[in-house]
Structure formats: structure tokens, C-alpha cells
């Protein structure tokens, strides 16, 4: 079983760029899909980024593709969500997400642990 805490998040102004780290703990980090996925007011949770156990392959929701770079660290356990020229329709609950399946999924019902969120707010 894997644990997962999320942090970074803040308030900052259309434009800034923010750094989301989710740090794992128990389990066997570097065998998990990681995602993140993000939840706004009065929306579904959607997603926004994956990566592999070996940091090779990366996905991207449309929405965020160019602006925002997903990234490992397997031996810190950590997994970095990089978000640049922030829009306020990126506001939103951001939560990291473990899968052990081979490439994970863009399904938040496919994702058994799930960190506790990390409240991002972007100002216009």
C-alpha cells in the first residue's frame, strides 16, 4: 500500500507558474503509475498528467499539453507536476494518484490510493 501527500499549491496570477510535488511513502514507488488529476468547483475530477514507474512515457490532458511537464524522481519517491502560463480555469483541487497497472489510466475510478489534494487558485 502507498501513501501519498501532496504539496505546492498556492495562489498566484494568470501568467505565474507553480511546482506540485506528491511524495510517496510504503509500497514499491518506482512499479507505480503516478497521475495527477485536478477537481474545480462544481466540476468532475479530470485529468491532467501521468508517467510511468520509469519516467519514459508521459501523458497530458489536451488542455494543459505544452504548459505543464510531469516528471519523476524515483529515488526521492517523488513526482513533480511543473505548471507554467497558469490560466484561472486551472484552478482547481490538484490530487496525486498511484496505479500498478502497466500504463496506468485517464480514469479517476481506476486510481485506488489518492493523495489529499493541494488547492491551487489562479487570479486573473
Known amino acids: 500500500q502507498v501513501q501519498l501527500v501532496e504539496s505546492g499549491g498556492g495562489l498566484v496570477q494568470a501568467g505565474d507558474s507553480l511546482r506540485l510535488s506528491c511524495v510517496a511513502s510504503g509500497g514499491s514507488f518506482s512499479s507505480y503509475v503516478i497521475s495527477w488529476f485536478r477537481q474545480g468547483p462544481g466540476k468532475e475530477r479530470e485529468f491532467v498528467a501521468r508517467?510511468?514507474?520509469?519516467?519514459?512515457?508521459?501523458w497530458y490532458a489536451d488542455s494543459v499539453k505544452g504548459r505543464f511537464t510531469i516528471s519523476r524522481d524515483n529515488a526521492k519517491n517523488t513526482v513533480t507536476l511543473q505548471m507554467n502560463s497558469l490560466k484561472p480555469e486551472d484552478t482547481a483541487v490538484y490530487y496525486c494518484?498511484?496505479?500498478?497497472?502497466?500504463?496506468?489510466?485517464?480514469?479517476?475510478?481506476?486510481?485506488?490510493?489518492w493523495g489529499q489534494g493541494t488547492q491551487v487558485t489562479v487570479s486573473s
Open positions: 508517467i510511468r514507474g520509469d519516467g519514459v512515457s508521459r
Open positions: 494518484a498511484a496505479s500498478n497497472s502497466l500504463f496506468g489510466s485517464n480514469d479517476p475510478g481506476a486510481y485506488k490510493y
